[in-house]
């Protein structure tokens, strides 16, 4: 079990993220404090909620990324290296990062995540700060360059790039020596952040393993993100702690089915805080959460994140991975589907084939929109509103597609869709709806629908989309 920081440490990295220009505000008190209580219940108002950046903002409609886990790893068969791997291990013959591209194109991927440097600490790219790089090894006769080669074959693709660089370094002899390691952590994300063109985001977890002779690193991450800041302001930052975007508390692809954009930064203080409350939070986030903070879901298209032969038969069906949208973008998050490469450095057909199936079997879902004959928005109080369609004819309708518009804040605490006409019913009922909230039914003969809004903030307009 990893060591969680102590809260000396704690209190000094707060007080630097403050002092580096992060607010960490503390809750305001909303009407009633008896609702604050989890899972939240009844109608509050605030004053000044947070409302997305437009880097958040571009972030969310993105949708759906590619996670890229590769490296050493992926020629030792292993999930974790020790660090001790030789880089002449790392040799793949027909590295083809365009295909890649094309593959998460073909997925309706617009962005790719890299692992520029994993816990192993091989370095994809030609790092000043260590020799356990691709420049000892013999890709490209030592003059590879895989996160260049990446980050082209991105913008030649219209997706936007993202990079992880793990804090953690199995490797790296400062390891441990928490000042000398820091300055050379620092100087890793600079080369990344200044050598390879704009960012769409940038990754962190909390990964922290002991040190040689049992040595325990402590991670400036005030000056970790004040980094990014400076030389990527235009991306987010990643990390279950935020501060931009904040992990969803588990890797089975599967938000909350509440699921605020908005968190009380407190219920989760530091980057690796664990506990059944800090994954609550991650879930679900807080109605009166201070900061908006949305969340990642991400998964394994394969159930290890490096490529191994031995699961080359369990590659996720194209059925199971538009669940997986389902319950990640169509619970107000953000799908990060992970897609190794094999040695050859190369996509593996049956993942290649898998992405183009969820593909079509997403569209094949959204294909078919019901266009209402008319419609009829009703503010029934200060934190209440009803949307009614009709349609010109009875319809089948299988998927339910409830929008907010998260520039404007996150609102709806409940929603109920009925049936309208004499055999009226209740077929689809939740809580939060945020960016996107999807629902499959099966409801036949079907002349309109009438949906009901509870908010937490004087209501504003749902867009509601029906599919046949």
Same mark, same amino acid.
Request: proline content about 6%.
């Given at each position: ?125 030609? /790092?000043?700060?260590? %020799?356990?790089?691709?420049? +000892?090894? #013999?890709?490209? $006769?030592? *003059? !590879? &360059?895989? @996160? ?109 089915? /509440?699921?605020?954009? %908005?968190?009380?930064?407190? +219920?989760? #203080?530091?980057? $690796?805080? *664990? !506990? &059944?409350? @800090? ?190």
């Amino acid at each position: 079990m990893l060591e969680s920081p102590s809260r000396r440490d704690v209190l000094r990295q707060l007080a630097a993220l403050a002092a580096a220009g992060f607010s960490l505000p503390s809750v305001r008190p909303a009407d009633d404090p008896r609702a604050l209580a989890a899972p939240w219940r009844g109608h509050l108002r605030f004053r000044g909620r947070p409302r997305p950046t437009k880097a958040q903002l571009a972030w969310q409609r993105d949708e759906l990324a590619l996670f890229v886990h590769f490296g050493v790893n992926t020629f030792s068969d292993r999930e974790w290296g020790d660090g001790r791997e030789s880089p002449a291990s790392f040799n793949p013959t027909a590295l083809g990062a365009r295909q890649w591209a094309q593959a998460a194109s073909a997925a309706g991927a617009r962005a790719m995540i890299l692992t520029a440097k994993h816990h192993d600490g091989f370095c994809l790219w030609p /790092t000043k700060t260590t %020799t356990h790089s691709v420049a +000892s090894s #013999p890709f490209r $006769g030592g *003059s !590879g &360059d895989v @996160v260049r080669e990446f980050v082209d074959a991105c913008r030649a693709a219209d997706l936007r790039p993202g990079l992880y660089c793990s804090p953690w370094d199995r490797n790296h002899p400062a390891y441990g020596d928490s000042a000398r390691y820091n300055d050379v952590y620092i100087a890793q994300l600079t080369e990344l952040l200044t050598q390879y063109g704009p960012l769409a985001e940038v990754w962190f977890d909390g990964a922290n393993g002991e040190g040689p002779n049992g040595r325990k690193q402590v991670y400036d991450w005030p000056r970790v993100w004040s980094t990014v800041r400076r030389l990527q302001p235009n991306a987010v930052i990643f990390s279950d702690a935020g501060p931009d975007v904040r992990w969803i508390g588990n890797e089975r692809g599967v938000a909350g089915e /509440t699921c605020w954009s %908005t968190i009380r930064p407190e +219920s989760v #203080p530091y980057i $690796g805080a *664990s !506990g &059944d409350d @800090v994954i609550d939070a991650l879930q679900h986030g807080h109605a009166d959460g201070t900061v908006w903070r949305p969340g990642e879901t991400d998964v394994s298209i394969r159930p290890g994140w490096f490529y191994h032969a031995a699961e080359d038969a369990k590659v996720r069906s194209a059925e199971n991975l538009a669940d997986l949208f389902f319950t990640s973008v169509g619970r107000n998050s953000k799908l990060l589907l992970n897609v190794p490469p094999t040695r050859d450095g190369l996509f593996h057909p049956v993942d290649v084939e898998r992405l183009a199936g969820m593909k079509a079997t997403l569209d094949a879902r959204f294909a078919t929109a019901v266009v209402p004959r008319q419609e009829r928005w009703h503010r029934r109080d200060a934190m209440s509103a009803t949307l009614t369609q009709t349609f010109a004819q009875p319809q089948h309708v299988r998927t339910i597609d409830l929008r907010e518009a998260i520039e404007d804040g996150q609102r709806v605490s409940r929603w109920t869709l009925r049936t309208l006409g004499a055999a009226s019913r209740v077929i689809a009922q939740g809580s939060t709806i945020g960016y996107r909230a999807l629902r499959a039914v099966d409801v036949r003969d079907v002349s309109g629908f009438e949906l009901a809004l509870e908010t937490i903030e004087p209501p504003k307009r749902v867009r509601l989309m029906t599919y046949t």
